[in-house]
DNA sequence: GCGGACTGCTTACCT
DNA sequence: ACAGGTAAGCAGTCCGCG
């Protein structure tokens, strides 16, 4: 049965059966709706619709999928209509399990069935039994669950996600619904993506070509525009200094602001006194809308609320929505009529999508893949201002306390910049969560939520229920065994990653930074590296040793985690990355696919890792340790090679080699021999005109042959540094970047000792605002867990603290000087400048500079420029 | 009591 | 809540020192 949404229309339950109308209750039903319901569905039908999200309904007991229609811009519910049933597997024979206690007098168990499954561990057929059950809380979710009582397997897998693998069902993908079925739409696909994706497919088999298609499929197929609104609230308390809480939702809404997609730009604001005249809100960019009674306020912001089927918020889950449902309820509005999904962590909305983006730019992933770490404080205003160079409109008295033309000025200002995150640059952040969506296959709502560990679980485990394997628990993984066979060198870690090799001294011009492509995918997929792959059950295997280690890997199955990451790696390489280049198409059309390339390699660059990570379902460090011992291996055996050949090394981190004045026809024979020997792909990364090394491992600069300069690891351009020695720091790299020839360099040492002069005595003489030298540290976690040291930021932080009254969390900045006086440590606002310990500084600055002088063969404290023997390193 | 050698903690970076 | 490797600064500890 088709449900339309009820943002639009009303719930519909066109042929429900009569049970299940009892079951389901009274909630939405509307049989006088039925009517215009079936003929929307003969008039509809054929449209295409993308699977968006599914979620559990409690009341029905059944789940529903959302489908967005691009046309209408609306959501459509699809209530199932199979009898799909929550169930779990146990390993128990049916007739073992029927006289459990557990089983035998449990109403909820429905249904035991034989079924054949594979066991990945042992590769071995087994039966086992499913249990099927009248709800999910039968499975698992309470004390009582079974999952408590008796030992089952796959328990633990949310039911409209194990619904979605069962019906075989692609978050992402356009279907159409006709005739009270769901069929998978025919996809098209842009020519020339068609051509290259054929060409890639010339040398695979039949199932490759297969699997290969089929993420093509998925993947390059269009991404509608999602209509939506973002909003905000914002809440009148008396006292200045308190939050709001959500749970109590005691203090009124004074305004809710609403920004959306189709150009809606509208404040809702409660005129508590009744003094608020609207002449106050001329000129304004946006529409104001004065309520004398706050139920009425928010009876009309659930309204537009419910117009869109998409609903962005910045921290909306723990706050914005949840507030706003309590409120709701508070001022007597029935429960029913208000479709929020309330959880402990999250909120969802019924009629649609909400993404929170506080959660989604909280990923790590996300902040360092995808947006390069260029926000470090999660906060809407320091994300907008990096990201769209806008924030927050700056209040100098609590909001409370601001006049309502203010008041609706800084609430729209937030939900505009909210809405904004989502749209700029054509819609990357819902495009980046669509892709994400369509390669984990996760709702949407799960995929700004959860971690790229989550999304790359789900897919894994899609595979296992595709092959038929029967997913394993972690303690038969951790049982399987296969022991470590490195020791880390690093105190703390688990097992030894990646060679760094040691930096050639000194200025060397001319060098071809080389690299393998995705190194640890490529080993995952080439050596087939998985949980159940390494050390596997076969004796024939046994032989296929890992080098230095005692594990081996299987030769007559291929590992599920390295199918599914060498599909993931071929589709980026071979169709995606190229079509991001592709001189052929326009700006717009490459930075589509930039994007798709960009979320690709997000999944793939954490696929390693995962196996590391004890919060992996398939944790299996032998796994983790192939990976980087293959990788290890790998690049020393190219750098013996390179050296071999007369090729000289002068540095290499993980998978990259800098080669000194390589010859064209060395490289390419390099990269053929790599093919060969190792089965992976060597490609020249860049060519620097020069690079400069100090003794220091990841620490160099280097200039690229147009000019730009790399700067990697130095001091001078973390931003703990003070502003005043990153701003001379960042002169000197521009003079460097001049430097053309060797004979150049004579000229630019003596004006880079110039320039650190220069810095030095600006400081002596005390030529700056404090602010220039205030150091800004992270605080990494909250104050009380600080138990063995206390650090000059935690000391900066407690005394805000106990002095200030102020309230610090982790994550914030701590501004601070380093001071003559006292505990030597002063937050920048409360420092006078006589305070300020200068000889520190000047300490500061030379250790800063003395990373970049020691790569180009300068010393400070001489007054003539010491050259290092340049000609050595040519 | 004080300073140097050392270790450990913490942050920020690289791949 | 993907991993390990590296640099740097400071906090804290131990030891020698008539």
New binding site residues.
């Given amino acids: 049965m088709l449900l339309r949404n009820p943002a639009v229309g009303r719930l519909v339950a066109e042929g429900f059966p009569l049970f299940m109308q009892h079951l389901s209750g009274t909630k939405g039903v509307d049989t006088d709706t039925s009517r215009e319901m079936i003929a929307d569905v003969s008039h509809n039908g054929g449209r295409d619709v993308f699977l968006v999200s599914a979620d559990y309904d409690g009341d029905r007991r059944k789940v529903y999928l959302k489908f967005y229609d691009p046309r209408t811009e609306e959501i459509r519910l699809w209530y199932d209509d199979t009898g799909h049933l929550p169930y779990c597997y146990s390993r128990e024979p049916k007739e073992k399990l029927m006289r459990n206690p557990h089983i035998k007098g449990n109403k909820s168990v429905l249904r035991l069935e034989k079924e054949r499954k594979i066991d990945a561990l042992r590769d071995k057929k087994i039966w086992v039994t499913k249990i099927s059950a009248t709800d999910p809380l039968a499975i698992g979710g309470t004390g009582f669950s079974l999952r408590e009582k008796i030992d089952v397997w796959e328990a633990d897998i949310k039911y409209y996600v194990n619904y979605l693998f069962d019906r075989d069902l692609q978050v992402g993908r356009a279907y159409k619904l006709i005739d009270g079925k769901i069929t998978g739409s025919t996809i098209y696909i842009d020519q020339h993506l068609q051509q290259i994706a054929s060409d890639a497919m010339q040398d695979m088999n039949e199932d490759e070509k297969a699997a290969f298609n089929q993420w093509v499929e998925i993947l390059a197929a269009d991404i509608p525009s999602f209509r939506r609104v973002a909003f905000d609230l914002e809440i009148y308390t008396e006292e200045r200094n308190r939050i709001p809480m959500a749970t109590h939702a005691s203090d009124p809404i004074v305004s809710v602001s609403f920004c959306g997609s189709d150009g809606l730009r509208t404040v809702l604001l409660y005129d508590r006194e009744g003094d608020i005249e609207k002449d106050q809100f001329h000129g304004t960019e946006f529409d104001v809308e004065i309520f004398r009674d706050e139920k009425k306020l928010v009876t009309s912001a659930l309204e537009i609320l419910r117009r869109y089927p998409f609903v962005v918020t910045f921290n909306g889950d723990s706050f914005d929505l949840p507030y706003f449902y309590r409120r709701c309820i508070n001022l007597g509005i029935p429960r029913k009529q208000l479709p929020f999904k309330i959880g402990r962590r999250d909120a969802r909305i019924e009629w649609g999508v909400h993404i929170d983006l506080y959660r989604f730019f909280?990923?790590?992933?996300i902040k360092?893949?995808a947006f390069g770490?260029k926000y470090?404080v999660i906060s809407l205003n320091e994300i907008s201002e990096n990201l769209l160079g806008r924030g927050k409109i700056i209040l100098d008295d609590h909001l409370s306390a601001v006049g309502p033309r203010l008041l609706v000025e800084y609430s729209f200002r937030d939900s505009e910049l909210t809405y904004e995150l989502t749209s700029f640059g054509e819609d990357l952040v819902m495009r980046l969560i669509t892709t994400i969506a369509r390669v984990s296959n996760m709702t949407l709502d799960d995929v700004c939520r959860?971690?790229?560990?989550?999304w790359i679980k789900n897919r894994v485990i899609q595979v296992h229920r595709n092959r038929g394997y029967l997913v394993p628990l972690k303690e038969e993984i951790k049982r399987k065994g296969g022991q470590r066979y490195t020791k880390?060198?690093?105190?703390?870690?688990?097992?030894?990653?990646?060679?760094?090799v040691k930096p050639e001294v000194g200025v060397h011009f001319d060098v071809c930074v080389v690299?393998f492509s995705s190194l640890y995918p490529s080993i995952m997929k080439e050596y087939n590296i998985s949980y159940e792959s390494v050390n596997c059950p076969h004796k024939e295997c046994r032989g296929t040793t890992v080098p230095g280690t005692g594990h081996w890997v299987c030769t007559l199955k291929r590992g599920m985690v390295s199918e599914l990451v060498g599909n993931i790696r071929d589709v980026r390489v071979k169709v995606f990355k190229h079509m991001a280049r592709s001189e052929a198409l326009d700006d717009e059309t490459r930075e589509f696919y930039n994007v798709i390339q960009q979320a690709l390699k997000v999944v793939l660059?954490?696929s390693?890792?995962?196996f590391?990570?004890?919060?992996?379902p398939f944790y299996y460090l032998p796994a983790?340790e192939s990976v980087?011992m293959y990788g290890r291996h790998v690049i020393q055996d190219t750098l013996a090679h390179c050296e071999a050949q007369g090729m000289k090394v002068i540095y290499g981190?993980?998978?990259?080699l800098f080669l000194q004045r390589p010859e064209e026809e060395q490289i390419a024979d390099l990269a053929e021999w790599v093919e060969k020997n190792h089965r992976l792909d060597l490609e020249i990364d860049k060519i620097y005109r020069y690079v400069a090394f100090?003794?220091?491992?990841?620490?160099y600069f280097g200039v690229t042959e147009s000019g730009t300069v790399d700067?990697?690891?130095?001091?001078g351009?973390?931003?703990?540094t003070p502003q005043l020695i990153r701003a001379a720091f960042r002169r000197v790299l521009d003079r460097l970047r001049e430097v053309q020839t060797v004979d150049d360099f004579e000229e630019a040492r003596k004006d880079v000792q110039g320039m650190v002069r220069e810095a030095e005595e600006k400081i002596l003489r005390g030529d700056f605002e404090k602010e220039e030298l205030a150091i800004?540290?992270?605080?990494?976690?909250a104050l009380a867990?600080?138990?063995?040291?206390?650090?000059?930021?935690?000391?900066v932080a407690r005394l805000l603290e106990r002095e200030e009254n102020r309230h610090v969390v982790a994550g914030e900045?701590m501004i601070y000087l380093?001071t003559t006086t006292k505990?030597?440590?002063k937050p920048v606002e409360y420092c006078n400048k006589e305070e300020i310990d200068v000889p520190?500084y000047v300490?500061?600055l030379r250790?800063?500079f003395?990373?970049l002088l020691d790569a180009i063969g300068l010393t400070l404290e001489r007054e003539a420029p010491q050259y290092s023997s340049l000609e050595s390193f040519m």
């Avoid at 909280?362 to 992933?365: L, W």
């Avoid at 700067?711 to 001091?715: E, F, H, I, S």
């Fill in positions: 909280f990923n790590r992933s360092g893949y770490d470090d959860l971690s790229v560990l989550n880390p060198v690093t105190k703390g870690k688990k097992y030894v990653g990646a060679i760094v690299d660059n954490a390693y890792g995962v590391g990570s004890e919060q992996f983790a980087t981190d993980t998978d990259s100090s003794s220091r491992k990841k620490n700067v990697k690891g130095l001091v351009k973390k931003k703990n800004s540290t992270t605080l990494g976690k867990a600080y138990t063995k040291t206390t650090p000059q930021h935690v000391k900045r380093k505990p030597g440590v520190k300490e500061l250790s800063t003395e990373q």
